[in-house]
């Protein structure tokens, strides 16, 4: 099973600032992996898939990078609206696991 | 619009049994992989179960495998899950979502979740 780790777990940031959340893998998932944000008693919503491309709708403040075991979500420019919790997920292994990290929630001051 | 409206979530006992129904609408419901995701309360979010667009291929996450099933029927757009043996770990918000393609690919729509509640 690939294990997905996501840090910090909590990020404490001013509005007007920018974001980075961190997301490791525990073995190669390529360039499986999407982003979702979560607000309190919503579902989830894809940000990001395939590691940096943004999903229909998202604006360009949103962006992921990385490869292999070792990816980020910037966001900058933060707004208030930007408050949630941030999942990584993997998709790599067909027709196995699409797991979750653990998330990160983003508080903007 | 893509909109995915889940039902049949409630509470049961310990060992009983429940199917989760997902209707959906707004696009073409069989050339799309489905998944259900479940988030315990105060959690965070687990995959349950996949299946592909023609229904051929399913997988289960280890904590679910052989008490839950995964189901579709294309010819009435709607997504299927049937859990038997409930415990009180399975109590959780469960969501289906419409994968982006119909192979490997993430959750690009989700819908508003049903919830679970396993307890004598």
């Known amino acids: 099973e690939i294990v997905m780790t996501q840090s910090p777990a909590t990020l404490s940031v001013s509005p007007g600032e920018g974001a980075t959340l961190s997301c490791r893998a525990s073995q190669s998932v390529s360039s499986n992996l999407a982003w979702y944000q979560q607000k309190p008693g919503q579902a989830p919503r894809l940000l990001i898939y395939a590691a940096s491309t943004r999903a229909t709708g998202i604006p360009a403040r949103f962006s992921g990078s990385g490869s292999g075991t070792e990816f980020s979500l910037t966001i900058s420019s933060l707004q208030s609206e930007d408050s949630a919790i941030y999942y990584c997920?993997?998709?790599?292994?067909?027709?196995?696991?699409?797991?979750f990290g653990q998330g990160t929630k983003l508080e903007i001051k | 619009e893509v909109q995915l409206l889940e039902s049949g979530g409630g509470l049961i006992q310990p060992g009983g049994s429940l199917r989760l129904s997902c209707a959906a609408s707004?696009?073409?419901?069989?050339?799309?992989?489905m998944s259900w995701v479940r988030q315990a309360p105060g959690e965070g979010l687990e995959w349950v179960s996949v299946i592909s667009n023609n229904g051929v291929s399913t997988y289960d996450a280890g904590s679910v495998k052989g008490r839950f099933t995964i189901s579709r029927d294309n010819s009435k757009n709607t997504l299927y899950l049937q859990m038997n043996s409930l415990r009180a770990e399975d109590t959780a918000v469960y969501y289906c979502a419409k994968h982006l393609g119909a192979v490997a690919a993430p959750g690009d729509h989700w819908g508003q979740g049903t919830l679970v509640t396993v307890s004598s």
């Open positions: 707004g696009f073409a419901f069989s050339a799309y992989a």
């Open positions: 997920q993997q998709y790599n292994n067909w027709p196995s696991m699409y797991t």
